[in-house]
T-cell receptor, first 114, second 113 residues
Framework: DAGVIQSPRHEVTEMGQEVTLRCKPISGHNSLFWYRQTMMRGLELLIYFNNNVPIDDSGMPEDRFSAKMPNASFSTLKIQPSEPRDSAVYFC????????????FGPGTRLTVL | AQSVTQLGSHVSVSEGALVLLRCNYSSSVPPYLFWYVQYPNQGLQLLLKYTSAATLVKGINGFEAEFKKSETSFHLTKPSAHMSDAAEYFCAVSGTGRRALTFGSGTRLQVQP
């Protein structure tokens, strides 16, 4: 299995630009998570989907952030407009089944907003 | 609500020495507890997990952790550190009705030759 795939691996953009991060979960997994990692706040949940439906988006910082999962094999996280404080590593993770199951993480997208 | 506290943001040990990374949790429901490892510029990899079966959990790479309900702890240990163990380690908790993980702040382990 190829594991969780994220693209791009690195993104550098200017403040005010739209940024789209992409994730392909492991085939057959039914839950998908977006996490953000920063020095100041550590690893925090942004949103998660179960069977393509958003279940908990309480971690989404503000209206500038949006996430979609149009099908079981693809999800996007969009930031519009981007700000320097959005600079972070964004991880996508997927799992199958219950709360006690291992989440498999992608390699992350390192976002830098200038 | 759930939370995790990792004591010590940096731990340094000598090669061959005992590794002890501390994790305390708070949870209003029976917790599921995890330890993940992150190597530089990589994603997180599961080391081990506690899901209410045995309280002593063995994981990959010689690591183990013991769930102690009375102390609300889930400390990670390894009898003998190896240079390749140098990484950042995260304790995390989930629970019934909440699939997402709540992570601790992480502990960076350095292994000195």
């Amino acid at each position: 299995d190829a594991g969780v795939i994220q693209s791009p691996r690195h993104e550098v953009t200017e403040m005010g630009q739209e940024v789209t991060l992409r994730c392909k979960p492991i085939s057959g997994h039914n839950s998908l998570f977006w996490y953000r990692q920063t020095m100041m706040r550590g690893l925090e949940l942004l949103i998660y989907f179960n069977n393509n439906v958003p279940i908990d988006d309480s971690g989404m910082p503000e209206d500038r952030f949006s996430a979609k999962m149009p099908n079981a094999s693809f999800s996007t996280l969009k930031i519009q407009p981007s700000e320097p404080r959005d600079s972070a590593v964004y991880f996508c993770a997927s799992t199958l089944g219950g709360t006690d199951n291992e989440q498999f993480f992608g390699p992350g997208t390192r976002l830098t907003v200038l | 609500a759930q939370s995790v506290t990792q004591l010590g943001s940096h731990v340094s040990v000598s090669e061959g020495a005992l590794v002890l990374l501390r994790c305390n949790y708070s949870s209003s429901v029976p917790p599921y507890l995890f330890w993940y490892v992150q190597y530089p510029n990589q994603g997180l990899q599961l080391l081990l997990k506690y899901t209410s079966a045995a309280t002593l959990v063995k994981g990959i790479n010689g690591f183990e952790a013991e769930f102690k309900k009375s102390e609300t702890s889930f400390h990670l240990t390894k009898p003998s550190a190896h240079m390749s163990d140098a990484a950042e380690y995260f304790c995390a908790v989930s629970g019934t009705g909440r699939r997402a993980l709540t992570f601790g702040s992480g502990t960076r382990l350095q292994v000195q030759p």
